[in-house]
């Protein structure tokens, strides 16, 4: 994206080009005064934005990168076009991620294995779709058919069915699915004590959930070399309380300890539109439940 930036500060209108990048917007307050309009040349150009653009420059022009704006072009596009499809909202942490995103006011498409949810579901103006995560032509007829998905969000794990988990096969049917609808982004839920972060747990409750997190690892290293931007989240221990809004992101694989599961959906929204999140393997805690190492680096999504 190219932001040109008109001024009132000359008779002529003088103009500067800012390209894309992190360039503090200071600079532009401090080259040219108050900005008299605002042109954008991105492909997705519409009035909506543009106005939001230009309001939210002239009230916040001291702080925000171009990085930033970029964020926020995408969540303008996103509540007003494509999905975002939801895999595992029927309890724990995907059905807070699915509070959050209508929150949002996001557009939400849900798989659902079972119709329990479904009224719960519906009533918050989420689209159910019915589908096990096993089985792929539901999961490509949910994902590949009415409408577009910006971007797919998998919790899905737990108890096996007929003895097969849905940790593995079933995140590996959503994201080929994912690539095949050429999604912006897959964002998935997995567990501290998954790959590398496996020294960050205390060998009883590794012997307990040694099964599932192979299974854990392995879908993540099947996202990371699928060819899909993506998000993995580690969520360490889980309580289901209300938010503290003490969660916190690290790319430190040591880090360890419990955290809200309202908590973990905060985390999720916030890296759904973050290019810093693409790519990112990341535990998530409460910075005030932690056990163990306790100094780290937090990661920012700004």
Do not use: W
Request: with cysteine; aromatic share 6%; hydrophobic share 40%.
């Amino acid at each position: 994206m190219d932001l040109i930036y008109q001024s009132k500060s000359t008779s002529n209108l003088s103009r500067i080009l800012i390209t894309s990048g992190s360039q503090e917007l200071k600079q532009i307050k401090s080259t040219l005064g108050s900005p008299l309009r605002l042109q954008t040349t991105f492909k997705t150009t519409s009035f909506p934005i543009c106005l939001f653009l230009l309001n939210y420059f002239q009230k916040s022009i001291m702080y925000y990168s171009i990085t930033h704006i970029h964020q926020k072009i995408k969540e303008v596009n996103m509540t007003d076009a494509s999905y975002i499809f939801l895999a595992g909202a029927s309890r724990g942490v995907g059905k807070e991620i699915a509070k959050c995103l209508r929150q949002q006011n996001y557009k939400v498409k849900a798989l659902l294995r079972q119709e329990d949810s479904r009224p719960e579901l519906e009533a918050m103006g989420i689209e159910v779709v019915m589908g096990d995560a096993l089985d792929t032509v539901s999961v490509e007829r949910a994902i590949l058919t009415n409408g577009s998905i910006e971007a797919v969000i998998s919790t899905i794990g737990g108890l096996p069915k007929d003895g097969q988990r849905a940790d593995y096969l079933g995140n590996k049917n959503l994201i080929d699915a994912a690539f095949k609808a050429k999604v912006n982004k897959f964002i998935l839920i997995s567990s501290i004590g998954s790959g590398e972060s496996v020294v960050a747990l205390p060998p009883p409750a590794l012997e307990t959930l040694k099964p599932v997190l192979i299974e854990k690892e392995q879908a993540e290293k099947y996202l990371i070399a699928s060819g899909l931007t993506y998000t993995i989240i580690r969520p360490g221990g889980l309580k289901s309380e209300p938010a503290t809004g003490n969660g916190i992101l690290t790319e430190d694989y040591k880090v360890a300890g419990t955290i809200h599961r309202a908590d973990v959906a905060e985390l999720v929204c916030k890296c759904l539109f973050s290019d810093a999140a693409n790519n990112k393997v990341l535990s998530a805690v409460d910075r005030g439940m932690m056990y163990g190492k306790t100094e780290f680096e937090e990661f920012s999504l700004i």
